[in-house]
């Protein structure tokens, strides 16, 4: 297991690895780049690498709503969307060593709005994040799928649509057969 930490409106930045299968204990994990509270977490299998990546997504910052998506990968979470890297340059006419930082993208977009509250359930290989709150427009009803592919993640809209939009709750993916709809 891993837990990430935070409680409402008190964001943090730790996470725990949780050893059950194994009886392991517990022990502190790796920082998340974004101190966060109110997230949904969850884990998608890697479409092309079979790979399985843990995910948080969305979640307060001391109050600011986040649409913001990391990543744990080689146990370092990776902020989905963007992603720092450190070149060393060398300058050979002055014999002087520089750092440049480039930032680029090639992992995905952020959550497609700043969300709270929300709920994760595993969809198949993918993700599916359900409801929340948005500062911008209240309660949401709607339903949007993380998938990856090559570590190549992205955020779908899913036309579904919550009955009543909701915030703070628990979903559980239960099989067809015990689904009634009317």
Same mark, same amino acid.
């Given at each position: 297991? $891993?837990?990430?930490?935070?409680?409402?409106?008190?964001?943090?930045? *730790?996470?725990?690895?949780?050893?059950?299968?194994?009886?392991?204990?517990?022990?502190?994990?790796?920082?998340?780049?974004?101190?966060?509270?109110?997230?949904?977490?969850?884990?998608?299998?890697?479409?092309?690498?079979?790979?399985?990546?843990?995910?948080?997504?969305?979640?307060?910052?001391?109050?600011?709503?986040?649409?913001?998506?990391?990543?744990?990968?080689?146990?370092?979470?990776?902020?989905?969307? *963007?992603?720092?890297?450190?070149?060393?340059?060398?300058?050979?006419?002055?014999?002087?060593?520089?750092?440049?930082?480039?930032?680029?993208?090639?992992?995905?977009?952020?959550?497609?709005?700043?969300?709270?509250?929300?709920?994760?359930?595993?969809?198949?290989?993918?993700? $599916?994040?359900?409801?929340?709150?948005?500062?911008?427009?209240?309660?949401?009803?709607?339903?949007? *799928?993380?998938?990856?592919?090559?570590?190549?993640?992205?955020?779908?809209?899913?036309?579904? *649509?919550?009955?009543?939009?909701?915030?703070?709750?628990?979903?559980?993916?239960?099989?067809?057969?015990?689904?009634?709809?009317?």
């Amino acid at each position: 297991f $891993v837990i990430s930490c935070g409680r409402r409106h008190f964001a943090n930045d *730790k996470s725990w690895m949780m050893s059950v299968l194994f009886n392991l204990g517990m022990g502190e994990g790796p920082k998340l780049n974004v101190a966060r509270s109110q997230h949904a977490s969850g884990i998608v299998t890697d479409s092309e690498t079979g790979e399985t990546i843990i995910v948080t997504a969305g979640g307060l910052d001391d109050g600011d709503s986040l649409d913001s998506t990391e990543i744990l990968i080689e146990n370092t979470w990776i902020r989905v969307g *963007k992603i720092l890297s450190t070149f060393v340059i060398q300058i050979i006419p002055c014999q002087i060593i520089c750092s440049l930082k480039i930032t680029f993208s090639f992992l995905g977009p952020s959550l497609p709005k700043r969300i709270f509250g929300s709920s994760i359930v595993p969809y198949g290989k993918d993700l $599916v994040l359900i409801g929340g709150y948005s500062y911008d427009d209240e309660f949401q009803d709607g339903f949007y *799928k993380f998938s990856c592919s090559s570590r190549n993640c992205v955020w779908t809209e899913m036309p579904q *649509k919550l009955a009543v939009a909701r915030e703070n709750f628990v979903a559980i993916p239960i099989p067809d057969d015990l689904a009634i709809c009317v």
